[in-house]
């Protein structure tokens, strides 16, 4: 069974216009979207700037049928789905968060076998539920299930930094529906990853009776964006426990940010263009809700427009200081927020994001800073890295990949595949001998350097790289101390 596309020519450079309002394609997308319309499995690794959700909707737009997207976070999802409404695209989300009403109508838009929606977003979770599962075989069974999409595909690997037990079994989605194409996406996998989620999903297996991606050879295809975001200027800022001087340095940074805004020549460019000295979006991450709403009121009460954001405010709450981010508001220029602030957040002026805390994994931390600098223009990336935190967060994901529960049971591969990652972003925060732009890219599996012109730490001055580290870290002979006397506090991750 094969979806019978009358016009594989369609016009998706009118519908990027009309329907998304974007003058043109960004390098590989329109590539990409042609192999989704002829019916290929597509893989896309592409870096956090990319634009990857085009890749998907577009396609759901000018083709015939229902795409499921399938993503891991609901923000992401309600995201998306309110900028497709407002786009006047018919896409719903279905999860646990969903209304009885809006639910029973999704469920019988299903049953009709001729669904209406264009985009539906669910969790890996409902698919597993027999329910919705029978509703969408009979929406195959009237050759309306146009493909599958799935976001954040790395959940899928169990060698992955973020692996999900409910990403595995979506294999169902192959051995039930041989025929109907699948659309992997991530910014962050290594070849290792990269295989496993091929032969989880069995991408490159379609069988379409003759139909899209040809009679014969490969019905996959692949597309690999470099992991370089030369805009990106990337920096390791040395602290300890003892010296404890995140706060003023980070003040003292973006007061400078300001001063610089305010010079003569750049206070008229500004007016200019109706923008504030102080509007430089930001956002920094923390590593639990107190110290996000600590760190937010003291920047607030140096006169800094800073709020936070995490999973315990109020719906209202969080819509609200989202909404007065974006839009560019006084007293909304910073976001401090724990690590799942981000993900499908439109907004492309960031101009700079700072880890307060050691992340937990590499593809965690790229993601992250990933989220500066979309619109291409520079942006700052640093992040403030002691050995104490190190040994917090290396103690943290021991625990949760089960060495340290005291049962002498083995570490999951999951579990060693998080420390490998975090033991290579270690080594990135304590490289002072090569480029971090670099160090990023060969991380992902790139063998070409990549030119950084300054864009780093390393670059612009390697000696007083070594300085800052010599003089700013604790020595591992304190932190051994500290370690075997059990002078440090416990962290607890929230989001």
Not at 25 to 35: K, V
Not at 166 to 178: A, C, G, I, M, V
Not at 340 to 347: E, L, S, W
Not at 454 to 474: I, N, S, V
Request: proline share 3%; aromatic share 10%.
């Amino acid at each position: 069974m094969s979806l019978v596309r009358s016009n594989l020519f369609l016009d998706i450079d009118f519908t990027l216009r009309r329907q998304f309002n974007k003058e043109s394609f960004r390098p590989f997308q329109r590539e990409i979207i042609l192999a989704a319309l002829e019916g290929y499995d597509v893989f896309v690794q592409a870096a956090t700037s990319f634009g990857k959700s085009l890749c998907f909707q577009l396609p759901a737009v000018v083709d015939r049928g229902i795409t499921i997207v399938i993503s891991p976070l609901l923000s992401l999802m309600m995201n998306q789905v309110e900028a497709l409404r407002a786009a006047n695209v018919d896409a719903r989300t279905l999860n646990s968060n969903t209304p009885m009403a809006e639910r029973d109508y999704i469920y019988q838009d299903l049953a009709t076998g001729h669904p209406l929606t264009r985009l539906l977003y669910v969790t890996p979770e409902l698919c597993s539920g027999e329910h919705f599962r029978k509703r969408l075989k009979l929406v195959h069974e009237q050759q309306e299930l146009a493909r599958i999409a799935v976001d954040e595909a790395h959940c899928i690997s169990e060698w992955g930094h973020d692996f999900r037990k409910d990403f595995k079994r979506l294999s169902w989605f192959r051995e039930t529906f041989p025929d109907v194409p699948i659309m992997c996406l991530t910014a962050t996998a290594n070849e290792l990853v990269r295989q496993d989620v091929l032969s989880t999903l069995g991408l490159g297996q379609l069988n379409r009776g003759g139909g899209g991606g040809g009679g014969g050879g490969s019905r996959l295809k692949t597309f690999t964006t470099t992991a370089h975001r030369p805009n990106l200027h990337l920096e390791v800022r040395f602290t300890s426990d003892e010296a404890n001087d995140r706060y003023d340095d980070f003040v003292t940074w973006l007061q400078n940010v300001y001063a610089r805004r305010t010079a003569n020549e750049r206070r008229a460019e500004l007016e200019a263009a109706g923008d504030r000295v102080d509007n430089v979006p930001g956002i920094i991450y923390t590593i639990s809700r107190d110290e996000c709403e600590s760190l937010a009121a003291a920047l607030r009460n140096d006169g800094i427009g800073a709020r936070p954001f995490h999973a315990k405010l109020s719906r209202e709450a969080k819509e609200e200081t989202l909404a007065q981010w974006i839009a560019g508001n006084p007293g909304y220029a910073i976001i401090v927020a724990t690590t799942a602030f981000g993900m499908g957040i439109d907004k492309d002026n960031v101009r700079f994001v700072v880890h307060w805390r050691l992340p937990k994994s590499f593809e965690g931390y790229y993601q992250e800073a990933g989220r500066a600098g979309r619109d291409g223009n520079a942006s700052y990336c640093f992040l403030y890295y002691s050995r104490e935190d190190r040994d917090r967060v290396c103690n943290l994901v021991t625990r949760d990949a089960g060495g340290k529960d005291g049962s002498g049971a083995p570490i999951s591969a999951n579990g060693r595949a998080r420390l490998q990652s975090l033991n290579k972003l270690v080594a990135y925060c304590e490289n002072t001998s090569s480029c971090r732009h670099a160090a990023v890219c060969a991380y992902f599996g790139e063998t070409q350097v990549p030119e950084c012109d300054y864009a780093c730490d390393w670059h612009k001055d390697p000696h007083d790289l070594k300085r800052r580290m010599t003089k700013g870290l604790a020595s591992e002979e304190w932190v051994s101390t500290q370690r075997e006397e059990g002078r440090y506090d416990e962290y607890h991750w929230s989001e």
